[in-house]
């Protein structure tokens, strides 16, 4: 069992930048791909970043590269994600996850952090 725990977020203006972590529990963290999905009011859960267990492969949803950067600590059994050039759009709930397999959708993974608001006024 992994438990994930949040911290970050909150208000910015456009063009800021925010930095998400999630601690996971347990000794196996160094194990396990790593994701961020984000929830806006009224739409799906959406993928936004991974990075696989191993070498550190990193993958991103389109609207993001080049502004976010998916990052780990294994030494720490953290995941980060490094939010630059904030948009109104970004505004969303964020959450981490963990998974045995990188994956870039949500049923791919079987921990849950417990999601931290990210919003950007214009």
Known sequence: QVQLVQSGGGLVQAGGS???SCVASGR???SYAMAWFR???GKEREFVAAISSSVGRTYYIDSVKGRFTI???NAKNT???QMNGLKPEDTAVY???AGWETA?????????GQGTQVTVSS
Do not use: E, I, M, N
Request: charged share 20%; hydrophobic share 35%; net charge neutral.
């Open 71 to 73: 990052s780990r600590d």
């Open 104 to 112: 870039l959708r949500g049923d791919g993974y079987d921990y849950w």
């Open 18 to 20: 925010l930095r998400l």
């Open 95 to 97: 959450y981490c996850a």
């Open 79 to 81: 995941v980060y994600l």
């Open 28 to 30: 196996t963290f160094s």
């Open 39 to 41: 929830q806006a009011p």
